[in-house]
């Protein structure tokens, strides 16, 4: 009788807790798509930055030809002559992802245009990653720390900062789908199902599909089931979860053309091949080791490796030959650096020369993770005890991606849900201690605590937290006698949480020195917010196409660059190329729909070197060099009117070096007096009469009557000069974007051509002219 | 190639005279002639309105109904809007009775001369004298002359027509006078008696001209006026009985007058407003309805974010500014988009039908549109639309689908060439509609969600394991 009733009870606090935890995931939700909106609301619906800009062309070109039309679609507004197979060189799956949306909603007649689901398709997916931190969390430390890191990654400045709506890049779906891979993988591993290592091998595809940080995964899982076996953990849980991964994942991986046969042939793939014979040589042994007697067992072992020996030696042997023999000679430059920081800027200048490919400063962990860090021990700690399979997974993880986000920038992004998860389960397991300590201690309940602490300590707590209160739903869980629990919730029978909880009851702090700790950790908790927040509407929310800047005459709107190219677009011929450097090339592609020479696709070095050449070459080389790429507009960007940093002239120095790579003639000292970049009168005379600094400051000095860089701040070095082979056609409000168009070449005399060219005095030209004017038609 | 055409045009003009003179039309009624008529021309803008005032007198015997305008064939091309409006009254309580004017085809026209017929509504009988005013307008018919201009150079202008009024009527006496933006005319061709004062130019008087007499002149002057045309203009005014009528305006935006040759100069644009690219503009307004809300201006990159918004209770200003001045032959593409209290436009007519009571035309002052279209998207369920224009549009029906619609929207296009300011008239769009539609997609989106919750409350209580 008695015990129907505390079955009832606990039944019914148990479906409370679970409509709670839903609804607290809906909140999560709803924040995490809500604190990405303050772009949108502070500046307007636009796509932001470059790489977004080239994602959202290639969405509208696949819902407006569909599906196969972009995989063959070969596009000739980029990197002209060359152009760019679009279908086989990008990673589809962020596209396919909005496109799907843009689909859906428009077959229900929502008619929202595709770049309103493309400015909000990261928001959405942030929503689903921080469901995903739950799930993963929650399959590691239970669902308390699962809400907790769930909440945390829903606010995290550097994840906030690639996802805002607007920043429509591949991260957006990609940190998504890897949290949802590793929570496959953990569930898998918790539950030895085939149906969760199938599925696994699903969301590792459209992993593929979205980013190429999918080697992250591949290189992280094999090392934890190295892991495992080296520790002894093997067990047919870790087959089911690794052996269909590697194999049904390759083939699925070599399905996306962008990776097509490189998940086979490249080293960054290699680890997992030979994981995957380790562990089933590991799955042989244990087999021969459960049919044979003990004795059996030891003869047995001798004669294997011996044997094994000779096989293994054979097998590296392959492996390094067809390491050597790979098309990419192993690895490629990009996953080079990370495992060698300094080669990149060693070797490949046009890696080095990206921000975000260096490695970042202290400060940007503070900015970027901010109280997570202090968090990551402890969490790391609460990890240990007790260590399981997906425990050591999440430590495995967290300690990978700092190692990798030290190396770049961007990586930091991946270090971002691995600090989110380990500080949910530090707050967690800590909101646990203190909690039950006062709880413990309360003259009210003592004698039932002895008992039920567990249970007793979950009103106390929702006002607190969520974490405790779903904690115990955990351990209801496994009581609850319903068939619905039994289905679902079989899985959890291998947790080996009822011991570490009965081993933790015992663990009692000072009633003062919890209420104090659980006020600091709230503390904690609310700057973390605070700060998320601010980072959220501050410091990532700025589309960078459109500047703002606040004076004493309210806000002022730098909108120069749609200016610009809103004018390209409307004022020139369809066909006609432009030339900028890369930065600006999915930018000019996409607002202004001209052609580009490069862009940001930096897929050939020698193409953006020969732009790199005509920018730091002299007015009439520079002329020639664009000449024969047909470009008939030269863009550059200007900072030095209103003082916009990021301009091409801060810039030019990794054109003149990547320039120099290819075209030895463009030497970086000739740029340098003595080692110091400067445009004032100072400056080289090489450097003055490069392309670059005459397009940036002509008639620059008849602003002022000074020519004063505010962005140098200096006064330029020449200051009066004439182009002769590039006219001005469009200058912006603000100076920051200026547009020249090639003159055209002057008409060459019959029979002359050839004399003239060799001595190119002025009088010939002007006499050229004169004949020129007298009979137009000869 | 518009040069070409336009100086065989001048030949053909050239040659009128003299074939009029050869060929007399024999179907326009001998009975009337034009005692007096004064012409002011309106050159002012790159919209040329013409004043006419014909005071005409009935000779013959018997009543005349109709009056006849005619016009070259070149100007009929560019003949945005004809008026007419008969005098009624003695000086004090003069009052304007409007007359209908309807394009017409007269047999044997020399030298494809075109027609339009101003309707009396009471027939002048014999011996009666009337005075018609009409105003005609006449778009893109200032051709810039250099074609191409610098920055740094101001704009001129061709403008063609005849000295002496074209008309199928004998005319005793007549005077033109031409008024000019500025001073500075550069030539102006001399039909004696011509005189110059200021800004105005005059023709006349000239007497005792027979009918189909024409004498081409040519008026080369000085032209700064924003030559915005709008080369496209797509409106779609969309009907929601919730109480919102949302408006979205797609624009073509061309600057039509000399093109813009050579450098752009930033620095000289902005350090010497008053002479350097005077001619191009960088500003337009739009004129809107009062009660505007939520307005927003846009292209398809994104905010544009030089606009103001001025409303009080009478009328609405948006003033916009392009990305970038537009120089000559520059376009520019743009949306504008604002609701409005739908309670202010729609009402119920006393058959129990509703109609909508918007004006058409392009809202941006002193501007063409080449080509306007303006969409009535009706709510989903309306029936019998029926459109009444005051002047001749087409007019066809389209289907679209919008948020959650199932058997779509029914549209109702109006689609007019050559749209003036003077076109800003109220039309009205009549339909049928059931209040109950209202409410189909409230419920549609309650029933789905209801039944999602009905079947994952039913997969609760089903269990789909094999094992027992």
Redesign the interface.
């Known amino acids: 009788m008695a015990a129907s009733e505390t079955s009832n009870g606990t039944a019914l606090r148990y479906a409370f807790g679970n409509v709670l935890s839903f609804f607290i995931l809906l909140l999560i939700g709803v924040l995490a798509f809500s604190i990405r909106l303050f772009s949108v609301i502070k500046y307007?619906s636009?796509i932001h930055e470059f790489d977004p800009y080239f994602n959202y062309r290639v969405t509208q070109y696949l819902t407006k030809n569909g599906i196969y039309d972009f995989w063959n679609w070969f596009d000739d507004r980029t990197w002209y002559p060359l152009g760019r197979v679009i279908g086989g060189t990008v990673y589809p799956g962020l596209t396919l992802t909005a496109g799907t949306l843009y689909w859906i909603l428009n077959s229900?007649?929502?008619?929202l245009s595709v770049e309103t689901v493309c400015v909000f398709t990261a928001p959405i997916f942030s929503a689903f990653a921080s469901w995903a931190t739950y799930l993963l969390t929650k399959e590691v430390k239970g669902a308390g720390a699962g809400l907790t890191a769930a909440v945390l990654l829903a606010m995290v400045p550097s994840y906030i900062s690639r996802s805002v709506a607007g920043s429509y890049d591949n991260e957006a779906v990609a940190i998504f789908a890897l949290i949802f891979t590793f929570f496959l993988y953990i569930k898998t591993l918790n539950t030895g199902s085939l149906f969760y290592a199938t599925l696994n091998a699903i969301a590792y595809f459209y992993m593929v599909c979205s980013w190429g940080g999918y080697t992250f995964i591949i290189n992280l899982i094999p090392m934890h089931v190295l892991l495992c076996i080296v520790t002894g953990r093997y067990s047919s849980r870790l087959y089911i979860a690794y052996a269909p991964l590697v194999v049904l994942g390759t083939l699925l991986a070599s399905l996306v053309p962008v990776v097509g046969f490189n998940a086979v042939l490249t080293s960054e793939h290699f680890g997992s091949f030979l994981v995957f014979i380790i562990i089933h040589v590991v799955a042989l042994v244990y087999y021969i080791k459960g049919i044979l007697s003990p004795k059996m067992f030891k003869v047995a072992v001798t004669l294997v490796v011996s044997i094994g020996l000779v096989v293994c030696c054979a097998v590296i042997a392959v492996l390094v030959a067809l390491v050597a023999s790979s098309p990419t000679k192993g690895w490629s430059g990009r996953s080079l650096s990370l495992l060698d920081p300094t080669y990149a800027s060693k070797y490949i200048p046009i890696i080095a020369s990206v921000s975000e490919h260096q490695p970042p400063t202290w400060p940007s962990y503070f900015m970027d993770i901010n109280v997570l860090a202090f968090l990551v021990p402890a969490g790391i700690i609460a990890c240990f005890s007790p260590l399981s399979d997906a425990s050591s997974f999440v430590v495995l993880y967290i300690v990978t991606s700092v190692y990798f986000s030290g190396v770049m920038v961007r990586l930091m992004l991946v270090l971002a849900p691995a600090a989110c998860i380990m500080s949910g389960i530090a707050l967690s397991a800590s909101f646990d201690v203190f909690t039950r300590s006062i709880k413990f201690q309360l003259p009210g309940v003592k004698g039932n605590s002895q008992v039920d602490a567990g249970d007793t300590s979950s009103e106390g707590v929702v006002a607190q937290n969520e974490v405790a209160k779903t904690y115990k739903n955990e351990e209801a869980l496994k009581e609850r006698p319903s068939?619905?629990n039994r289905?679902k919730e079989k899985e959890h029978v291998e947790k080996p949480s009822v011991k570490a909880q009965i081993k933790k009851r015992l663990l009692v702090l000072p009633f003062e020195a919890s209420i104090i700790a659980i006020l600091l950790l709230v503390l904690l908790g609310a700057f973390y917010v605070v700060h998320s927040v601010w980072a959220a509407a501050e410091a990532y929310s700025a589309p960078s196409?459109?500047l703002t800047s606040y004076s004493h005459d309210g806000l002022h709107?730098f909108?120069d660059f749609?200016?610009a190219?809103?004018?390209l677009s409307?004022?020139t011929e369809v066909d006609d190329k432009v030339a900028s450097w890369w930065d600006y090339g999915y930018q000019t592609t996409a607002?202004a729909n001209r052609t580009v020479i490069v862009d940001n696709n930096t897929w050939n070095n020698t193409h953006i070197a020969t732009v790199g050449t005509a920018m730091s070459s002299p007015e009439k080389a520079a002329w020639e060099i664009f000449d024969s790429l047909d470009v008939k507009y030269v863009l550059v960007v200007f900072g030095g009117l209103v003082g916009y940093p990021s301009d091409d002239i801060n810039k030019f120095l990794w054109m003149v070096r990547i320039g120099g790579g290819v075209f030895p003639h463009i030497k970086e000292p000739d740029y340098l007096r003595d080692g110091q970049y400067r445009i004032d009168s100072q400056a080289t005379p090489t450097m003055l009469n490069c392309l670059m600094y005459k397009l940036s400051y002509y008639?620059f000095v008849?602003?002022d009557g000074k020519a004063f860089d505010r962005v140098r701040r200096t006064e330029i070095g020449k200051k009066h000069f004439k182009l002769t082979h590039f006219?001005?056609?469009?200058?912006?409000?603000h100076?920051m974007v200026r547009i020249y168009k090639l003159k055209p070449q002057k008409n060459r005399i019959r029979g002359k051509a050839k004399k003239s060219r060799s001595k190119a005095s002025s009088t010939t030209s002007t006499k050229r002219s004169e004949t020129q004017r007298k009979n137009p038609w000869h | 190639m518009e040069a070409q055409l336009s100086v065989r045009a001048i030949l053909l003009l050239s040659l009128l005279p003299l074939l009029s003179l050869l060929a007399r039309s024999s179907s326009v009624s001998h009975d009337i002639q034009i005692v007096n008529a004064e012409r002011r021309i309106d050159l002012t803008s790159h919209i040329v309105k013409v004043f006419l005032t014909l005071k005409v007198e009935n000779i013959g015997s018997s009543p005349v109904s109709d009056i006849y305008l005619a016009f070259p064939p070149t100007q009929v091309d560019h003949l945005a809007l004809v008026k007419a409006a008969a005098t009624v009254g003695k000086r004090k309580k003069k009052s304007y009775l409007p007359l209908g004017v309807n394009p017409t085809e007269l047999p044997d026209a020399p030298n494809g001369t075109k027609y339009f017929s101003v309707s009396l509504v009471n027939p002048l009988s014999a011996g009666e004298t009337l005075t018609i005013e009409v105003l005609y307008i006449l778009t893109h018919s200032l051709e810039p002359f250099p074609v191409e201009i610098s920055q740094s150079e101001s704009q001129l202008v061709y403008y063609h027509d005849s000295a002496i009024i074209l008309s199928p009527y004998d005319i005793k006496k007549q005077t033109t006078f031409l008024k000019t933006p500025s001073t500075k005319l550069e030539s102006f061709t001399k039909v004696e008696p011509t005189n110059r004062a200021g800004t105005e130019l005059k023709y006349g008087p000239y007497e005792n001209q027979s009918p189909h007499s024409f004498s081409p002149v040519i008026v080369h002057f000085e032209n700064n006026n924003p030559f915005a045309v709008v080369e496209e203009l797509v409106r779609e005014v969309e009907i929601s009985h919730w109480g919102n009528l949302q408006i979205t305006e797609h624009y073509k935006l061309m600057h039509a007058g000399a093109r813009h040759k050579g450098v752009f100069s930033r620095v000289e644009y902005q350090s010497k407003p008053s002479f350097s690219g005077v001619s191009s503009f960088k500003n337009l307004l739009a004129r809107l309805p009062p009660g505007v809300h939520s307005a927003y201006y846009r292209d398809e990159i994104g905010n544009i974010s030089s606009s103001h918004l001025r409303t009080d209770p009478w009328k609405s200003e948006l003033e916009i500014e392009p990305r970038y001045p537009l120089f000559g032959g520059w376009k520019s593409t743009f949306i504008i988009g604002y609701g409005l209290p739908l309670q202010d436009f729609l009402f119920e007519s006393p058959d129990g039908r509703r109609y909508l009571n918007f004006s058409f035309g392009c809202p941006l002052v002193e501007t063409v549109a080449d080509k306007l279209t303006i969409k009535v998207v009706l709510p989903e369920g309306s029936k019998d639309p029926s459109a009444v224009v005051p002047f001749p549009v087409e007019q066809h029906l389209e289907t679209k689908y919008s948020y959650l619609d199932i058997v779509g929207r029914t549209v109702v296009v109006l689609e007019k060439r050559n749209v003036v300011p003077e076109h800003n008239s109220p039309f009205q769009v009549y339909y049928t509609f059931n209040q109950v539609f209202m409410l189909a997609e409230p419920l549609m989106l309650a029933s789905v969600f209801f039944f999602l919750f009905v079947t994952y409350v039913a997969y609760l209580h089903i269990d789909l394991s094999i094992r027992k």
């Open positions: 307007e636009v229900l007649n929502i008619p068939k619905k289905k196409i459109v709107v909108d749609r200016e190219y809103s004018w409307h004022n607002m008639r008849e602003t006219e001005e056609v469009f200058t912006t409000h100076w």
